[in-house]
């Protein structure tokens, strides 16, 4: 362990909130992965800006994870330091028709928020699996509803240590994508502009959602939710399907019987087995259709 680093962590964090040789199985919602060197968990937006300019300051490789709900972590682990943004980060408060969520705020208890506050326009995302941070940066979308659809303002940091606001047109939002993603930015804070609407017909979307997800998604086994973003003209899963794939395994890693667009840990998957799998359905896709799949989940350390 790099001792001087630590302590200037230390100096920098309470000393709870600076660990080493972390496992990240704990800390990715497909359940792989090996140790990060390190792994800091900032409360506020000023420590957050704080470790990120001592990582910088002395070269130390860094990266930002929510819930890890969209990412496969080698099973080498990762060497640097993994900054989550997630519990110490998540206050949700809301005003006059606007939900304002820290960016580790999960997307499930901001719709909660919501629904008690008789807001209707963010029942799409009230199972995406995810943080405010990362759906604002992937612009996340289920259901035929997307982030761009509410958002109103985004507080970022920027990589020069600057706080700054992003309206909803600077965001540049599309498909699985933003500025945001593009400039490197760190998502802090959203403010998320809904309408009242009907708290009974708010909570019998929400319910008929959460049916639909159990009902179609292999919530019983870890995943990353989809695992490839939609080909334009095509749905993935389909592809996967058509590809005589449904049900397809490596190792301890699967497609999923029950929707072919998710791969699951099935049986004590390591990462090197997610990756091998996603690469084989990505070629036999490509050889029976001749579509190129894209990963949506993204990869941390050396594969």
């Known amino acids: 362990m790099n001792r001087d680093f630590f302590e200037e962590l230390i100096r920098t964090l309470e000393e709870g909130r600076v660990r080493t040789d972390e496992s990240m199985k704990q800390h990715t919602t497909f359940r792989t992965g090996g140790k990060a060197d390190f792994f800091v968990t900032p409360g506020t937006k000023e420590e957050l800006r704080d470790v990120v300019e001592v990582c910088k300051k002395r070269r130390m490789p860094y990266y930002i994870i929510g819930n890890g709900s969209n990412l496969l972590v080698s099973d080498t682990g990762y060497r640097g330091v993994i900054i989550q943004i997630y519990r110490e980060m998540s206050e949700i408060t809301a005003d006059k028709g606007c939900i304002t969520a820290q960016a580790g705020a999960l997307l499930s208890k901001v719709a909660c ?7 209707a326009g963010f ?7 995810g943080t405010v941070g ?3 940066m992937m612009n996340a979308g289920a259901y035929g509803g997307e982030m761009k659809d509410v958002l109103s303002s985004v507080l970022v940091l920027t990589p020069e240590g600057e706080f700054r606001t992003l309206s909803a ?18 998502v802090l804070e959203a403010v998320i502009a809904l309408d ?9 979307r929400m319910e008929e959602l ?18 490839f973003k939609r080909p334009e003209g095509y749905f993935a899963g389909k592809l996967i399907e058509d590809a005589g794939l449904r049900g397809f395994r490596v190792g301890g890693a699967q497609v999923s019987e029950k929707h072919c667009g998710f791969v699951i840990n099935r049986d004590h998957a390591s990462s ?3 990756m091998e799998l996603m690469r084989k359905v990505s070629e036999r896709v490509e050889e029976h259709s001749g579509v190129a799949l894209t990963p949506e989940v993204r990869r941390l350390g050396e594969f």
């Open 113 to 119: 928020r919501a629904y008690e506050e008789g807001l």
């Open 123 to 129: 029942e799409f995302a009230s199972g995406i699996p």
């Open 134 to 136: 990362g759906a604002c």
């Open 169 to 186: 047109e600077e965001l540049e939002l599309g498909y699985r994508t933003s500025v945001i993603a593009r400039k490197n930015y760190i």
């Open 196 to 204: 009242y609407g009907d708290r009974d017909q708010v909570r019998a």
């Open 210 to 227: 959460r049916e639909k997800r159990i009902s179609k998604q292999p919530l019983e086994f870890p995943s990353a939710g989809s695992t």
């Open 272 to 274: 090197a087995e997610i």
